[in-house]
């Protein structure tokens, strides 16, 4: 497994079966890094790492320009493939990306992903933090919805007619 490293929008393409020590062995040899804390030597895959909510990632709310992740291929619960494709955050409508990230695979396993990356040493950007929960608990509303959501994967409506 390899990882494709386009240097231009500084986005790599990594297999999600790759550790995250894999994945930041191979950046730092071209002088980039995910800059995660603790993905050195990190066994973990990256699906099972993005899955579980990124841990030791940068804040999102440190630099709400950049994201994490670009694009990713997806195999939905119910067996279908997905690709959400690299584009900027904010140019690309709802973010589909937060149905997988942190989810714990209720909706589909990231098979592949385009993930940013940073030069090695350069100071990035950093806004302060958040003053709210970064976290907060889930509402009834957005309960209600990914129940939805998980119950059109289990029975998905046909479209044919």
Request: charged share 25%.
């Given at each position: 497994?390899?990882?494709k490293?386009?240097?231009?929008?500084?986005?790599?393409?990594?297999d999600?079966?790759?550790?995250?020590?894999?994945?930041?062995?191979?950046?730092?040899?071209?002088?980039?890094?995910?800059?995660?804390?603790?993905?050195?030597?990190?066994?973990?895959?990256?699906?099972?790492?993005?899955?579980?909510?990124?841990?030791?990632?940068?804040?999102?709310?440190?630099?709400?320009?950049?994201?994490?992740?670009?694009?990713?291929?997806?195999?939905?619960?119910?067996?279908?493939?997905?690709?959400?494709?690299?584009?900027?955050?904010?140019?690309?409508?709802?973010?589909l990306?937060?149905?997988?990230?942190?989810?714990?695979?209720?909706?589909?396993?990231?098979?592949?992903?385009?993930?940013?990356?940073?030069?090695?040493?350069?100071?990035?950007?950093?806004?302060?933090?958040?003053?709210?929960?970064?976290?907060?608990?889930?509402?009834?509303?957005?309960?209600?919805l990914?129940?939805?959501?998980?119950?059109?994967?289990?029975?998905?409506?046909s479209?044919?007619?």
């Amino acid at each position: 497994m390899k990882v494709k490293v386009d240097r231009r929008s500084l986005l790599a393409y990594v297999d999600g079966e790759m550790t995250l020590g894999e994945v930041e062995a191979s950046l730092t040899v071209s002088g980039l890094t995910l800059d995660v804390a603790g993905a050195k030597g990190d066994e973990q895959t990256v699906a099972s790492w993005l899955a579980g909510g990124a841990r030791g990632a940068r804040g999102t709310w440190l630099d709400p320009a950049d994201h994490l992740i670009a694009g990713c291929e997806v195999m939905l619960s119910d067996g279908t493939r997905f690709e959400i494709r690299p584009a900027p955050r904010r140019a690309v409508g709802p973010d589909l990306v937060a149905l997988f990230v942190g989810m714990g695979e209720r909706f589909g396993t990231i098979e592949g992903a385009w993930l940013r990356v940073h030069p090695i040493g350069v100071e990035r950007p950093n806004h302060g933090g958040l003053a709210l929960d970064p976290n907060p608990p889930v509402s009834d509303g957005e309960s209600r919805l990914l129940e939805t959501i998980a119950a059109s994967l289990a029975h998905p409506v046909s479209t044919k007619a």
